[in-house]
């Protein structure tokens, strides 16, 4: 995985999906509200834990993961 100093995956954490500095604030929350529209001072202002380099990183490490191969399951 790349440098992702701001996203943590933890069994214990959101049941293993990629949060926020150990919140419980999810990756995909935030890359779905962005997608909706969601202006980034608006998430700020609704998360006041999160800082604008937890936004950024998260919707970097989407792109990683969308950059990664996928292989379909096949029977």
């Known amino acids: 995985m ?3 100093d701001r996203i943590n995956l933890t069994d214990d954490l959101m049941s293993g999906q990629a949060c926020i500095r150990n ?10 509200m962005m997608a909706r ?3 980034i001072d608006e998430i ?3 998360f006041p834990f999160l800082e604008f380099e937890d ?11 969308a950059h990664k191969r996928v292989y379909p399951h096949r029977n």
């Not at 919140?23 to 935030?30: D, L, R």
């Not at 990183?57 to 993961?65: G, R």
């Open 2 to 4: 790349e440098d992702f």
């Open 23 to 32: 919140s419980h604030i999810p990756v995909s929350m935030i890359v779905s």
């Open 37 to 39: 529209g969601v202006q």
């Open 44 to 46: 700020l202002t609704e």
């Open 55 to 65: 936004i950024r990183q998260a919707l970097e490490y989407a792109a990683w993961l």
